[in-house]
């Protein structure tokens, strides 16, 4: 969890390159974990729900870090 808020501290201080690394390895990794957990087997109702939101969540995260285009220099 502490991972999750300290990458909302490093996405506004790192270069574009290395925020973007971070943010695909960050969405796969806490993916990863949280199927993981599922494949556990011993789950409740809403512990899926919320599973299926984070992994969705974290899917499109690293979705959209791979797509971000080189910014533009003003």
């Known amino acids: 969890m502490e991972l999750a808020m300290v990458m909302i501290?490093?996405?506004?201080?790192l270069k574009y390159s290395l925020n973007r690394w971070f943010n695909i390895i960050g969405g796969a990794v806490f993916t990863l974990i949280q199927i993981g957990t599922l494949l556990d087997g011993a789950f409740t109702m809403h512990y899926l729900f919320f599973s299926i939101v984070e992994i969705s969540t974290t899917l499109y995260i690293g979705w959209t870090a791979w797509n971000w285009k080189i910014p533009e220099k003003a």
Not at 9 to 13: A, G, K, M, P, Y
């Open 9 to 13: 501290v490093l996405s506004r201080v």
